[in-house]
């Protein structure tokens, strides 16, 4: 691309604040229709049983109520929600009907459809409808079970995937060292702000259905859909709005993305539904629940030879869209930025009577990360070395790249890291934190409180293909429209995409007149925003289109010269110059609009990487932890936006605190949610977390895309769990406590003190 | 059953019969059409709600229209102008203090009430205060930075700061 330049890298505010801050974004409870009905859904109470009967005749019969739907209602067989990411036959017995039909499965699950003259109508009327539960014991936990959950299936156990890479059984036999650790982090969620929300109408005239309330993969469920409504797929319109959050959960193809328009097309009515905060807790993606037997083997000097082990991931009833990649990711990215030579590790897939899962930002990773980290502080304990010298010695060299992961099957799947100075970033966090002058507190109490700290490395995965598609449109006022099939989840697409738009086009800002992103409706096909691929996929296809684009402005300028296209010059700002000094403003040359269409294929994946170091104190009466201090470096290679990327990776880290230390989805025996409410889901507030510490860096740009660009939202969470439990461990050193699972809430934080004094 | 309600909506008088069940907040959102106002939990915790009634910042999900009979209530809309952001919105964009923008609403309707109170607070004051507010997407510390640089805009107006 042209060098330019004045737009990307620079911390330019952003676009889409003009109307966030006055109250003027558009989300989608904020829309309506004429003639609007509002849906209410009757979900399960109960975890696990057999769905005898529903009587919704007295629902029915209800002042205001327009209609109630059950599976009856809908189609036999029911249609079947399909996986979007690793799809397997073998997983296809597990995938989710879009209401339950003969069985329920977890608390939450849809049973029926109320649609009336208001919302708070349409929940009463849920309380007119007498749903027949015959209960059966509900499975909670992973492993062997007495309890099948599907009919046709022996087992709950869904798959194992392994990931392999050398010979670990060689390895392991000739180690000197070797340590086995059992770990296990909480089930969890995304819980973006806005509540999912869909509102659909049915256009019987023009045979059009349009959906408001898409996000994330808006062309993938336009797919799903069309198949289970029975229409063409450009028949259907999937609108985004603006979204609210999205952190991996939001977007999905859920249940209610059928339900919705299928209700809307019935009754020849709009229908919106938006879900509560209960509901939310109860329906939407839960994610992280995962526990590991792992053992690594090392030199003397702490060098790496293998690991080896089993993780089990509790999936929830049903595999959703996404369900498997948190599982496949523990194992793919045990390794995380280390050179691990010889791997075979397992993760089984178990189902159960809980909410299914779904990724989260930083899926397995997460997980993966505290289980690696609190491991390597173990072995360097053991070895008598630094633990930053531990890492240090084993992190993967800046001359090693590309770097080979561990192969997945089933399936095969092989993956290697792109790029980059992984020592850089681990010396730049250490410096940052100030290690050498606190380490001193590592250990020691004051005023009644223990200082520990804590530093740990990781990986960042982006970029996921196969393409993304760009238009771009020159106007008749000489401005440029950009479409994408990128989604924006709120992280600040449009204003990223006007800067490298900017640049692209060699005009200022302001002429970048709308970015328009995610609807079916802008681009022949997208892909949208998942696996921190927006920024990578999305830009790279506006590069692309903006040279079309160029191209066909200097031929319609050759055409008004009377010149050849390469006598053309398209000069920064906007004007096409010819020979003998001609020159023409490029919206003079608009006309009609001149539009050109612009893709990105891409197979590989970006690699961002970093280091995170804390700083904690913990009170050994309480169990309270203090976070003094706590920085991010992560180096995510050409930045576009300094200011909105920084703003990422603190936000991520907070996300990753909440992880960390409180937030949990708690079930009790029988399969209900004990945790159904903001009261009780508690996460980061103001006041919890106040000194956290960003530094982006652009040193290594990606060598696998035109921007260079790599994947960032989600490095911000990755290491949070696995920093945090060793700074907490360094602090309780004098009690030899080992924490071995999230979150770390003062009452466990306590009870392993108390536990290590008897 | 409607019961007529009679309160003024950012400068101006409303008279409608609503349901005495119906909060504020969806009052404000679908009878009066007044979006800004972002309802998030129904009950009490995120803040998204937040709106001015006589100058305190209250949770419009948890009053009932009909309670607002009489009060003066003041919505993000009602802080906002065509022409420029206010100190607080502003700070807000330069300080990059949102993201998806759900909760931003709720945070400038709170922060506006609290530098209107005490112009002079601190870091840990508005930390304190802006712990009834969620957000998901920022980790607070540029909400925190964005409150803290607007304060000298309402020190100089004496609290009439937006």
Redesign the interface.
């Given at each position: 691309m042209k060098p330019n330049n004045a737009l990307i890298g620079s911390p330019i505010e952003r676009l889409e604040d003009l109307r966030f801050v006055r109250g003027r974004g558009e989300y989608v409870d904020d829309l309506t229709r004429e003639g609007l009905l509002h849906a209410a859904i009757l979900r399960s109470s109960v975890a696990h049983g057999r769905l005898l009967s529903i009587d919704a005749d007295a629902a029915r019969a209800l002042p205001h109520v327009h209609s109630v739907f059950t599976a009856a209602d809908i189609a036999n067989p029911v249609p079947i929600i399909p996986m979007r990411l690793h799809p397997l036959p073998e997983l296809r017995p597990f995938e989710q009907p879009v209401m339950a039909y003969d069985r329920v499965r977890y608390v939450g699950e849809p049973i029926a459809i109320v649609l009336a003259d208001s919302a708070a109508l349409a929940e009463d009327a849920l309380a007119a409808i007498t749903v027949d539960i015959e209960t059966l014991p509900a499975v909670t936990g992973c492993g062997v079970s007495e309890v099948p959950l599907f009919d046709a299936q022996a087992t709950n156990l869904a798959l194992t995937y392994k990931a392999v890479k050398g010979d670990v059984a060689a390895a392991f036999a000739d180690a000197p060292y070797t340590r086995r650790e059992k770990f296990a982090v909480q089930r969890h969620t995304a819980l973006p702000m806005e509540l999912r929300g869909l509102m659909a109408e049915w256009d019987a005239a023009r045979g059009r259905l349009t959906v408001w309330g898409a996000a994330k993969v808006p062309f993938f469920n336009r797919r799903i859909l069309a198949r289970q409504i029975g229409l063409p797929e450009t028949s259907i319109e999937l609108v985004e709005n603006d979204v609210g959050g999205g952190f991996g959960a939001r977007g999905e193809f859920y249940p209610e993305d059928f339900l919705i328009p299928f209700v809307a097309c019935r009754v020849g009515r709009p229908v919106k539904w938006i879900e509560d905060r209960r509901e939310h807790l109860m329906a939407m993606n839960h994610a992280r629940e995962c526990e590991c037997d792992i053992e690594i083997a090392c030199r003397g000097d702490g060098t790496i030879l293998a690991l080896r082990g089993h993780a089990a991931t509790n999936m929830g009833a049903y595999l959703r869209t996404n369900g498997a990649v948190g599982a496949r990711n523990i194992v793919q990215f045990m390794s995380g930025p280390y050179r691990v030579p010889n791997i075979d590790l397992a993760v089984s897939m178990w189902m159960t009577n809980k909410t299914p899962v779904g990724t989260y930002r930083g899926p397995g990773r997460f997980e993966t990360d505290f289980f690696r980290e609190r491991l390597f502080d173990m072995v360097a304990h053991d070895l008598a070395i630094d633990r930053v010298e531990f890492r240090r010695r084993n992190l993967v060299a800046a001359a090693e790249m590309p770097y080979a992961l561990a192969t997945i099957t089933p399936y095969e799947h092989k993956d290697e890291l792109d790029s980059g100075d992984y020592q850089a970033t681990l010396e730049h966090c250490l410096e940052d934190i100030g290690w050498r002058e606190k380490i001193g507190l590592n250990g020691k109490e004051i005023d009644g409180r223990y200082h520990g700290l804590a530093v740990s490395c990781f990986v960042e995965g982006g970029a996921a293909g196969p393409k993304e598609t760009a238009r771009l449109v020159l106007e008749p006022d000489g401005s440029f429209s950009v479409y994408v099939g990128s989604s924006a989840v709120g992280q600040g697409l449009e204003t990223a995409f006007a800067q490298i738009a900017g640049d692209a086009l060699e005009v200022p800002l302001e002429r970048i007149s709308g970015v328009f992103h995610g609807s079916t409706a802008h681009v022949s096909d997208g892909y949208g925003s998942y696996h921190s691929r927006a920024v990578v996929m999305g830009g790279s296809a506006i590069l692309d289109a903006a040279e079309k684009l160029r191209a066909q402005i200097r031929l319609e300028a050759a055409a008004r010269f009377g010149c050849a296209a390469e006598q053309v010059e398209l000069v920064a700002g906007g004007t096409a110059v010819g020979p003998a000094g001609k020159s023409i403003a490029f919206a003079e040359l608009a006309g009609d609009g001149l539009s050109a269409e612009g893709t990105f294929f891409n197979n590989k994946h970006t690699w961002g990487y970093g280091a995170h170091a804390a700083h904690v104190s913990v009170d050994p009466k309480t169990g309270h932890v203090d976070l003094i201090d706590y920085v991010a470096v992560e180096d995510c290679g050409r930045v576009i936006n300094p200011l909105t990327l920084h703003g990422q990776v603190i936000g991520a880290v907070v996300q990753g605190l909440g992880g960390a230390f409180l937030e949990h989805l708690v079930y009790d025996e029988h399969g209900q949610l004990l945790t159904g409410s903001l009261a009780d889901y508690l996460v980061p507030t103001a006041s919890d977390f106040p000194s956290i510490r960003a530094r982006v860096m652009g040193t290594h740009p990606s060598p696998i895309n035109p921007l260079g660009a790599k994947g960032a939202g989600e490095g911000g969470i990755i290491p949070v769990g696995g920093v945090i439990a060793n700074a907490v461990a360094a602090a309780l050193s004098k009690f030899d406590i080992q924490p071995r699972a999230l979150p770390l809430t003062p009452p466990a934080i306590w009870q392993l003190i108390e536990r290590a004094r008897q | 059953m409607q019961t007529p309600v009679r309160f003024e909506v950012n400068g101006n008088e409303v008279a409608i019969e609503v349901?005495p069940?119906?909060t504020l907040a969806d009052c404000l959102?679908?009878h009066l059409r007044?979006?800004?106002?972002?309802?998030?939990?129904?009950?009490g915790?995120?803040g998204?709600c937040t709106v001015l009634v006589d100058g305190d910042a209250v949770r419009a999900c948890l009053m009932l229209a009909v309670q607002a009979d009489g009060a003066k209530v003041v919505?993000?809309?009602g802080l906002?102008h065509d022409a420029n952001?206010t100190p607080l919105?502003a700070a807000?964009?330069?300080h990059?203090a949102?993201?998806?923008?759900?909760?931003?609403?709720g945070m400038?309707t709170t922060a506006h009430a609290l530098l209107s109170q005490e112009p002079y607070c601190d870091?840990a004051r508005?930390?304190?205060v802006?712990?009834?507010?969620?957000?998901?997407?920022?980790?607070?510390?540029?909400?925190?930075e964005a409150v803290l640089a607007a304060r000298v805009a309402y020190q100089k107006n004496d609290g009439s700061g937006a």
């Open positions: - | 349901e069940r119906l959102r679908h007044l979006t800004g106002t972002h309802v998030g939990c129904e009950h915790v995120c998204a919505t993000i809309e906002s952001l919105q807000f964009r330069k990059h949102l993201q998806c923008g759900f909760c931003t609403p400038i870091a508005v930390r304190e802006l712990s009834g507010n969620l957000c998901r997407c920022t980790g607070y510390v540029a909400i925190v």
